[in-house]
């Protein structure tokens, strides 16, 4: 049913996890189609230094966060921008049709995150908040 | 690396017993049971005496039992052969909300094609059916009531007797589905008080691909499968005839070793429980504590999604069962789980297990050893048990 790639993300997660005051976090999915996923970013350079995850789900959904973040990591923004539902597809060796789009949910986390990180540093009206990190990093 | 099966509900091993009865009717006793001569017609015979034993294993006449393709087929014949059958009386078939898909998508046939009423009938937190709300169901159109005699899913035995007593009065075909209960506790049809009853093979040490229908003397069936006049003309096509030898087999030695059986499978299945509930937190037990199948118990484990935990459970050896949606090929969380109350999210941690004689002792401590285990490395990464354990240590 699944890959032999897919069964190696699933059985040996190497980003599962959540990183302490992330610089970005997407949160995708509902409880009702069945998966969710929280995706943790740590940004320097605009690059990504640094992906986690956590992930309510299917076989799928697990191998799909944890190849999405070993792709995101070390690529700048722009380029983790470009992962694509079927980018993830691909290299996870294929997912089997109906898991596609309900549990190909990694991207979609990822670009959010992203978002979150963006919001944060360039708001179009500055909080305190986002400012101090500005300040820190 | 150690095996262990504890999907009984799903498929067993052909018994041995079975599969000797069965062999010489692939090559020697190979006849067409319809010919006339001695090599098609002795077969007549012994499909009689198969049927007998599975008659006899019901509590029912020898010549109130039809063979089946399979469960499925006999609970399509019950559901859409009874309705059809009695289209004058009127349109309206009643089934609870937590029968397998072969007898819902039956009704949902009769529904969107010969423009029956159809009452999916609620249940209550333990899954049974109460008497109260069948009685209100029923009207002057009502033809058929179908409500399993257990489920495969949370492993609740219904009341039928309860039921089935309603229905009697006033002359509405009662169907029972008896796939999950067939070798695990008594079924007797007369002591249900049903018209209509589904049994498979493959629940039973019997192989895939045959199954059986009982019916009451007097009630009317329309063929669902239309061709010659093979079961009396209530089922058409070639008998399956090592298929039946096989159930024949399989049901008379089902019947004598029930007792033992089932305080064996009740044994191990408290132990399963207790264990589970000892190690594991968050554990949510699902369908009746006591009326329950003996070899069956079912949980929900908070916080993490079936499919993965079969997977992960099967990568040591063990084989068992969900409800989850990821793991349907629909994807749509399982309507027992839904009509029991549970919500989507706890009843995607759906995980079931079904015993059978081929497990013991050593085969539940495993499954105690490596299902914490299992659950423990989902939790760890799952966003949805973080925050209930930061909602607990919050408030």
């Known amino acids: ?137 | 690396m150690k095996r262990v099966y504890l999907d009984h509900a799903a498929a067993t091993p052909v018994r041995e017993e079975v599969l000797e009865a069965m062999l010489p009717y692939f090559r020697e006793r190979f006849g067409n049971p319809s010919a006339v001569y001695d090599l098609g017609a002795d077969i007549k015979e012994v499909i009689e005496a198969a049927r007998a034993k599975v008659a006899g294993f019901i509590g029912a006449p020898a010549d109130q039992v039809i063979f089946t393709s399979c469960g499925a087929e006999a609970n399509n014949l019950a559901v859409k052969g009874a309705a059809l059958a009695h289209l004058k009386k009127g349109r309206h078939v009643i089934v609870s909300a937590i029968e397998h898909h072969s007898v819902l998508n039956s009704a949902r046939y009769l529904e969107k094609f010969h423009d029956f009423e159809v009452t999916f009938l609620p249940v209550n937190k333990f899954g049974q059916v109460e008497p109260e709300r069948l009685a209100r169901a029923l009207t002057p159109a009502t033809v058929l009531v179908s409500i399993q005699h257990a489920s495969n899913e949370i492993g609740t035995i219904q009341r039928l007797k309860e039921l089935t007593g309603l229905c009697r009065e006033q002359g509405v075909v009662f169907h029972t589905d008896a796939v999950a209960t067939a070798g695990q506790i008594p079924v007797d049809v007369k002591d249900l008080g049903v018209d209509l009853l589904s049994l498979s093979g493959p629940a039973l040490g019997a192989p895939k691909g045959i199954g059986a229908l009982y019916f009451r003397r007097g009630v009317r069936l329309v063929p669902q499968i239309h061709s010659g006049i093979q079961e009396n003309g209530r089922r058409g096509g070639t008998e399956n005839v090592p298929g039946i030898v096989g159930l024949g087999t399989a049901a008379e030695l089902a019947g004598a070793e029930l007792a033992a059986n089932a305080r064996r499978l009740k044994d191990l299945r408290n132990r399963l429980v207790a264990g589970v509930n000892d190690r594991i937190a968050g554990a949510i037990f699902t369908g009746h504590p006591e009326e329950r199948l003996p070899g069956h118990a079912s949980f929900c484990f908070e916080g993490i999604e079936g499919e993965a935990l079969i997977f992960l459970v099967n990568a040591r050896g063990i084989c068992a069962n969900t409800g989850s949606a990821c793991a349907s090929k629909a994807l749509k969380v399982s309507p027992t789980l839904c009509a029991i109350g549970l919500s989507p999210e706890v009843a995607q941690g759906s995980m079931v297990f079904t015993l059978g004689g081929d497990n013991d002792q050593e085969d539940i401590d495993y499954v105690l050893a490596e299902l914490p285990l299992a659950v423990e490395k989902l939790r760890a990464f799952s966003p949805v048990w973080r925050k209930k354990l930061a909602a607990a240590s919050g408030g």
């Open chain 1, 1 to 137: 049913m699944y890959s032999q790639t897919v069964m190696e993300h699933f059985n040996n997660p190497r980003h599962a996890g959540v990183i302490d005051n992330p610089d970005g976090t997407g949160e995708v999915g509902n409880p009702t189609c069945g998966d969710m996923m929280t995706f943790y970013i740590k940004v320097k350079d605009d690059r990504i230094e640094d992906v986690k995850f956590q992930t309510f789900g299917c076989v799928a959904a697990i191998a799909v966060s944890d190849i999405v973040s070993e792709m995101a990591i070390g690529k700048t923004l722009a380029e983790a921008q470009k992962i694509t539902k079927k980018v993830v597809a691909e290299a996870l060796g294929g997912l089997p049709p109906n898991k596609m789009h309900c549990s190909n949910l990694g991207a979609d986390a990822l670009a959010l995150a992203i978002q979150n990180y963006q919001e944060k540093t360039e708001p179009p009206q500055a909080d305190q908040k986002a400012k101090k990190r500005i300040n820190e990093s």
